[in-house]
């Protein structure tokens, strides 16, 4: 069988898409180990400091706690070490309690809790006030019950009480101090307790002030995560607290911390939830750096291609419609441009045309020589192709067989022997044909 050249068919692919996947393959590539690559570098580094972040803002709203409870404390120490406060305790005068614990007071320092013991623990002046309703209420039962587990005592001892208490009412900032005389000399008269309530008020005064969305809620609350539970409890104004900080997919991070009341047990769970502005700029920051990646990446495709389109892929393409006219007859030779190796390759094209054209005009001549000598020779003449089929035959072979050319052609030639002879010379001719071996025998023309 003859071998076929494949050529450009409706399922072919061209040099310039398959150079165009390429390039597009390649440059994809590329984009994903960037992208991959910035992925892993750059979103632990603004995970962790959106971390520090969160911790920071969790740090600024206890530290403000702290800052308010020692507030608190040194207005309780101002009132506690004051000779008037220290008669007051031991005579309970009318004139004290007019001129100093009016409503007023309340209004003026922000208090919610202000009570006023005596050296035997008890109560002198206790009362409770509305600061958004502007009046006073009962005060809390449960209170005087926790400054009778020791409270009191280690305060009218001297030692300086100031934290939270969890009460049924909210979380109290409380401050308690020994009464004593204005050159805080004893012995101690009793007890001054100052309270401010850690209620919704204060908690958006902090948030304003700090820029946190910080909130508290008790130990027990359904809201508080399971991890917060094995965290150190810390009562504001110790060391740095022990966090946890809980990212909730890609827009909230939060951040969760134990508080201990004022006898350091774990009473409340301080929460800040905060939006995630450094994941946000970060993957738009990705975006930016992948689209500008895109844009460069198609940027050098479209250079790339039209380069390879005008040195090499157009003068293929010219190449390509050369070869075709010369197979159509329209040209010699293809043209040969240029110094490169497409031009070496055409400039081998045309050697190679040359070549065939010497050949055939000598393949002509030979022919020419072949049939004259056929046509002049006495004996019989006979070609056939490859198959065994007759394709030529002189003119002493047709006076021969008395069978004229086309009447010969193919398996024609056959008719011409005998009958007794045809089918085995039919079947050993073409056997020698197919096996490429010689053949001969003697045989009778009808």
């Given at each position: 069988m003859r071998d076929r050249v494949a050529g450009h068919g409706p399922g072919a692919v061209t040099l310039r898409s398959k150079t165009l996947l390429i390039i597009g393959?390649?440059?994809?590539?590329l984009l994903s180990?960037?992208?991959?690559?910035?992925?892993?570098?750059?979103?632990?580094?603004?995970?962790?400091?959106?971390?520090?972040?969160?911790?920071?803002?969790?740090?600024?709203?206890?530290?403000?706690?702290?800052?308010?409870?020692?507030?608190?404390?040194?207005?309780?120490?101002?009132w506690a070490s004051w000779d008037d406060t220290y008669a007051f305790a031991a005579d309970g005068n009318a004139e004290y309690a007019l001129a100093n614990l009016s409503d007023e007071t309340f209004q003026n320092l922000d208090l919610n809790i202000r009570a006023i013991y005596d050296a035997g623990l008890t109560p002198v002046?206790?009362?409770?006030?509305?600061?958004?309703?502007?009046?006073?209420?009962?005060?809390?039962?449960?209170?005087?019950?926790?400054?009778?587990?020791?409270?009191l005592a280690r305060a009218l001892a001297g030692e300086p009480m100031r934290g939270i208490l969890v009460l049924p009412e909210g979380s109290l900032m409380l401050a308690?101090?020994?009464?004593?005389?204005s050159a805080h000399g004893g012995p101690a008269h009793g007890v001054f307790v100052f309270g401010r309530y850690l209620d919704a008020v204060e908690l958006a005064n902090i948030n304003a002030l700090m820029q946190v969305n910080f909130?508290?809620?008790?130990?027990?609350?359904?809201?508080?995560?399971?991890?917060?539970?094995?965290?150190?409890?810390?009562?504001?104004?110790?060391?740095?607290?022990?966090?946890?900080?809980?990212?909730?997919?890609?827009?909230?991070?939060?951040?969760?911390?134990?508080?201990?009341?004022?006898?350091?047990?774990?009473?409340?769970?301080?929460?800040?939830?905060?939006?995630?502005?450094?994941?946000?700029?970060?993957?738009?920051?990705?975006?930016?750096?992948?689209?500008?990646?895109?844009?460069?990446?198609?940027?050098?495709?479209?250079?790339?291609?039209?380069?390879?389109?005008?040195?090499?892929?157009?003068?293929?393409?010219?190449?390509?419609?050369?070869?075709t006219a010369v197979t159509a007859g329209t040209m010699s030779r293809v043209n040969a441009d240029g110094r490169d190796e497409v031009a070496q390759v055409s400039h081998s094209i045309n050697r190679t045309l040359a070549a065939l054209d010497e050949s055939k005009a000598g393949l002509a001549g030979s022919e020419a020589k072949f049939r004259t000598m056929a046509e002049c020779a006495p004996l019989g003449i006979f070609l056939t192709d490859s198959d065994g089929d007759c394709i030529f035959v002189n003119k002493a072979y047709q006076d021969i067989s008395g069978y004229g050319l086309e009447a010969v052609r193919g398996s024609g030639w056959s008719n011409s022997v005998h009958e007794e002879d045809r089918r085995k010379v039919f079947g050993d001719w073409y056997n020698a044909a197919k096996t490429r071996s010689s053949f001969k025998s003697c045989l009778l023309y009808t």
């Amino acid at each position: 069988m003859r071998d076929r050249v494949a050529g450009h068919g409706p399922g072919a692919v061209t040099l310039r898409s398959k150079t165009l996947l390429i390039i597009g393959l390649v440059m994809t590539g590329l984009l994903s180990m960037v992208f991959v690559a910035s992925r892993a570098l750059m979103d632990p580094h603004f995970d962790d400091l959106e971390r520090r972040d969160a911790e920071d803002a969790m740090h600024r709203a206890l530290g403000m706690i702290d800052y308010q409870t020692r507030q608190l404390d040194r207005t309780c120490v101002d009132w506690a070490s004051w000779d008037d406060t220290y008669a007051f305790a031991a005579d309970g005068n009318a004139e004290y309690a007019l001129a100093n614990l009016s409503d007023e007071t309340f209004q003026n320092l922000d208090l919610n809790i202000r009570a006023i013991y005596d050296a035997g623990l008890t109560p002198v002046s206790a009362a409770a006030y509305d600061l958004i309703g502007q009046r006073q209420v009962p005060f809390p039962a449960l209170l005087h019950q926790k400054f009778g587990d020791g409270l009191l005592a280690r305060a009218l001892a001297g030692e300086p009480m100031r934290g939270i208490l969890v009460l049924p009412e909210g979380s109290l900032m409380l401050a308690a101090r020994p009464i004593l005389d204005s050159a805080h000399g004893g012995p101690a008269h009793g007890v001054f307790v100052f309270g401010r309530y850690l209620d919704a008020v204060e908690l958006a005064n902090i948030n304003a002030l700090m820029q946190v969305n910080f909130r508290v809620y008790d130990i027990a609350s359904p809201l508080a995560p399971a991890g917060v539970m094995h965290l150190e409890s810390n009562t504001p104004g110790e060391a740095a607290p022990q966090l946890l900080v809980i990212v909730d997919g890609n827009e909230r991070i939060s951040t969760y911390a134990m508080m201990s009341d004022i006898s350091g047990r774990p009473a409340l769970v301080a929460h800040n939830s905060a939006s995630r502005p450094v994941h946000a700029r970060s993957q738009t920051m990705l975006r930016y750096v992948v689209g500008a990646l895109v844009a460069a990446g198609l940027a050098f495709g479209l250079v790339t291609n039209l380069l390879l389109s005008r040195t090499v892929l157009n003068r293929l393409s010219r190449l390509s419609r050369d070869l075709t006219a010369v197979t159509a007859g329209t040209m010699s030779r293809v043209n040969a441009d240029g110094r490169d190796e497409v031009a070496q390759v055409s400039h081998s094209i045309n050697r190679t045309l040359a070549a065939l054209d010497e050949s055939k005009a000598g393949l002509a001549g030979s022919e020419a020589k072949f049939r004259t000598m056929a046509e002049c020779a006495p004996l019989g003449i006979f070609l056939t192709d490859s198959d065994g089929d007759c394709i030529f035959v002189n003119k002493a072979y047709q006076d021969i067989s008395g069978y004229g050319l086309e009447a010969v052609r193919g398996s024609g030639w056959s008719n011409s022997v005998h009958e007794e002879d045809r089918r085995k010379v039919f079947g050993d001719w073409y056997n020698a044909a197919k096996t490429r071996s010689s053949f001969k025998s003697c045989l009778l023309y009808t």
